[in-house]
């Protein structure tokens, strides 16, 4: 079985910093591509950062400049490291992960999500 776990989600003013971590574990042969998603209530659910196993990366136009997306392949570990937060970040925030397990079955991932509320 293979599950992502997120954490450092909670609740802050705008300005403030966060960082999120999304740890993978299990019957894991190899990762691809790690990201994350966020929902805010009643609102799709939209790619935030994207990050290769190579390390390139992508972001969202509304974070550029404000979230760092990282990742330590050695401990199949995403993070989001988010800066200057604006009240319109507040979402659930979601780690997807493009996994190839030991049965050689490779689908996405999704962890439970992770609370992110910005106050004005």
């Known amino acids: 079985q293979v599950q992502l776990v997120e954490s450092g989600g909670g609740l802050v003013q705008a300005g403030d910093s966060l960082r999120l971590s999304c740890a993978a574990s299990g019957s894991i042969f190899n990762i691809r591509a790690m990201g994350w998603y966020r929902q805010a209530p009643g609102k799709q659910r939209d790619l935030v950062a994207s990050i290769t196993g190579g390390g390139s990366t992508n972001y969202a136009d509304s974070v550029k400049g404000r979230f760092t997306i990282s990742r330590d392949n050695a401990k199949n570990t995403v993070y989001l490291q988010m800066n200057s937060l604006k009240f319109e970040d507040t979402a659930v925030y979601y780690c997807?992960?493009?996994?190839?397990?030991?049965?050689?079955?490779?689908?996405?991932?999704w962890g439970q999500g992770t609370q992110v509320t910005v106050s004005s």
């Open positions: 997807n992960a493009d996994i190839l397990d030991s049965s050689w079955h490779r689908r996405a991932y």
